[in-house]
C-alpha cells in the first residue's frame, strides 16, 4: 500500500509563499496522478490541484490558478505544491493524495483518490 507524506506547512502572512511537498514511500507513486486537497474547519474537503503523470498534465482549482503551481521531481519521488499570494482564507489542512492507478479516473474529483497522507497545516494570517 502507498503511503504518503506531506511537509511544508506552516505560519505565513498574507501575500507571502510556502512549498509543500508529497512523498510517496515507494520507489514511484504507483498512481496515474497525484493531486492536492484542503480542508478547513467546518468545510468539505475542496480540489486544489493535480499533477498527472503521463503527459506531465496539471489542473488546478479556478480560485488557485495563477497563484499555485504544482510539479514533480522524479529523482525525489516527490510532488510539489508552489503557493503564492497567500491569502487567510488559503488557511486549512493540506493533504496530498494519489488514486493508486486504478478506478474512476478523474483527477478533479475526490472518488477518484484511494491514498491520502496525514495533512499538513497551513496557516495565513492577515
Known amino acids: 500500500q502507498v503511503q504518503l507524506v506531506e511537509s511544508g506547512g506552516g505560519l505565513v502572512q498574507a501575500g507571502g509563499s510556502l512549498r509543500l511537498s508529497c512523498a510517496s514511500s515507494?520507489?514511484?507513486?504507483?498512481?496515474?496522478?497525484v493531486g492536492w486537497w484542503r480542508q478547513a474547519p467546518g468545510k468539505e474537503r475542496e480540489f486544489v490541484a493535480a499533477f498527472r503523470f503521463s503527459g506531465d498534465n496539471t489542473y488546478y482549482a479556478d480560485s488557485m490558478k495563477g497563484r499555485f503551481t504544482i510539479s514533480r521531481d522524479n529523482i525525489k519521488n516527490t510532488v510539489y505544491l508552489q503557493m503564492s499570494s497567500l491569502e487567510p482564507e488559503d488557511t486549512a489542512v493540506y493533504y496530498c493524495?494519489?488514486?493508486?492507478?486504478?478506478?474512476?479516473?478523474?483527477?478533479?474529483?475526490?472518488?477518484?483518490?484511494?491514498?491520502w497522507g496525514q495533512g499538513t497545516q497551513v496557516t495565513v494570517s492577515s
Open positions: 493524495a494519489s488514486d493508486g492507478n486504478f478506478g474512476f479516473n478523474n483527477p478533479t474529483s475526490l472518488r477518484a483518490y484511494k491514498y
Open positions: 515507494g520507489r514511484t507513486f504507483s498512481s496515474r496522478y
